[in-house]
């Protein structure tokens, strides 16, 4: 699980939408707000062809912990009335899988 010092940005990222979502901290807001089109900007470059070059690593994050994260952003967002935040972890949601299924897999991968 050496992973996980990997994932410490993502799992932040969920900690502050939860804490958004069940106080309305004006600071989360602005994390989000934030945080959210970057991500999106992010993913499109990703998709881009100008990141091939970057390799995914053997100890990387496992695709399902992402997925686990995305879907628990979505709803904790969809919870708070944050709606275009929400739209926006849906498209980066959406970005990830079509990344993934376009990368080569290597055998580490799939666990």
Same mark, same amino acid.
């Given at each position: ?6 994932? +410490? ?28 089109? *970057?991500?999106? /900007? /992010?993913?499109?470059?990703? /998709? ?10 053997? @100890? @990387? ?7 686990? *994260? ?5 709803? +904790? *967002? /969809?919870?708070?009335?944050? !709606? ?10 959406? !970005? ?16």
């Amino acid at each position: 699980m050496s992973w996980i010092k990997n994932a +410490l940005i993502d799992v932040a990222v969920t900690v502050v939408i939860a804490w958004f979502a069940w106080t309305g901290a004006s600071w989360a807001w602005w994390i989000i707000a934030i945080y959210t089109p *970057l991500m999106v /900007l /992010l993913k499109v470059f990703a /998709l881009s062809g100008a990141a091939n070059a970057v390799q995914r690593k053997a @100890d @990387d994050v496992p695709v399902w912990f992402y997925h686990f *994260l995305f879907a628990a952003n979505v709803v +904790l *967002l /969809l919870m708070a009335s944050f !709606l275009w935040s929400a739209g926006g972890w849906i498209v980066i949601w959406v !970005l990830s899988v079509v990344a993934e299924t376009r990368r080569p897999k290597s055998p580490k991968s799939t666990k």
